[in-house]
């Protein structure tokens, strides 16, 4: 199956079941793991990761083939397992979108992933040396609108909304009935209640702590290392 020919699906079960029965394909699935992966083609880790990118890249950079896919049950099942995924597979996603090392994603019951989503399981540093790889999860119920970004070892809980070209950084808790709104953006190591509220357009820079049910405005920046409370005050870490 070549990357841009038509498809149908016939021959996307076909490819599938090939790469689902393949013993080497298996330990490649199996050697997606969470941590620190040198980017060095003599580095075998490195080697299966890659080999398990250009198997993935076949079908989600092609959204016909993802179109078809997520259209029926039975082939959504076939290629989420296929490429190591254990969870919950009530969910919506569309054809746009960026999803890797799917045996460390958890994506919720109910959950709506709108077009352009990016869960971002891995990233490189910033001497293009390595890759931290880590876990992305998702609570039930909780919805993304278009285009937005979720970085490595980020957790979300259930029920929360988060608005239009929103990102989040790596290794941020974000708490139950959260609804961060449009064009927001939230930086690493960031902590957020329950029931918190972010308007459109703040930006909640890294090791920043909001505490359950915060309110905050339109357009705020929050610096680093800051505390903000239910109250609207702003305190600064020791």
């Known amino acids: 199956m070549l990357l841009f020919e038509q498809p149908t699906k ?4 076909t490819t599938l079941e090939k790469l689902k029965t393949s013993k080497k394909f298996k330990a490649i699935v199996q050697s997606i793991q969470p941590g ?6 003599k580095d075998p880790e490195y080697m299966m990761r890659v080999a398990y990118t ?9 959204p016909q083939y993802m179109n078809i896919i997520l259209t ?6 076939l290629f989420f397992r296929t490429f190591g995924y254990k969870g919950n597979l009530d969910f919506t996603i569309y054809p746009i979108c960026w999803i890797r090392d799917l045996p460390l994603l958890s994506i919720g019951k109910k959950c709506y992933l709108g077009d352009g989503i990016l869960l971002g399981t891995n990233r490189v540093n910033p001497t293009q040396s390595h890759l931290s790889v880590d876990h992305i999860s998702i609570g039930a119920r909780t919805v993304f609108d278009q285009q937005c970004a979720v970085g490595p070892g980020t957790e979300i809980g259930t029920d929360c909304n988060i608005g239009f070209r929103s990102g989040i950084s790596a290794k941020t808790i974000i708490g139950n009935q959260v609804k961060i709104s449009e064009i ?23 090791f920043v702590t909001i505490e359950a049910q915060a309110e905050i405005d339109y357009n705020t920046f929050i610096p680093p290392e800051h505390i903000y409370t239910k109250e ?7």
């Open 10 to 13: 016939e021959s996307i079960i």
């Open 184 to 206: 927001v953006n939230i930086g690493s190591r960031v902590e957020i209640g329950n029931n918190v509220h972010i308007c459109q357009g703040s930006h909640i820079s890294d």
């Open 54 to 62: 250009m198997e993935l890249r076949r079908f989600v950079y092609n």
């Open 72 to 77: 029926d049950k039975k082939l959504k099942r």
């Open 36 to 41: 620190k992966v040198e980017r060095d083609m």
């Open 232 to 238: 609207g005050k702003l305190i600064k870490k020791e």
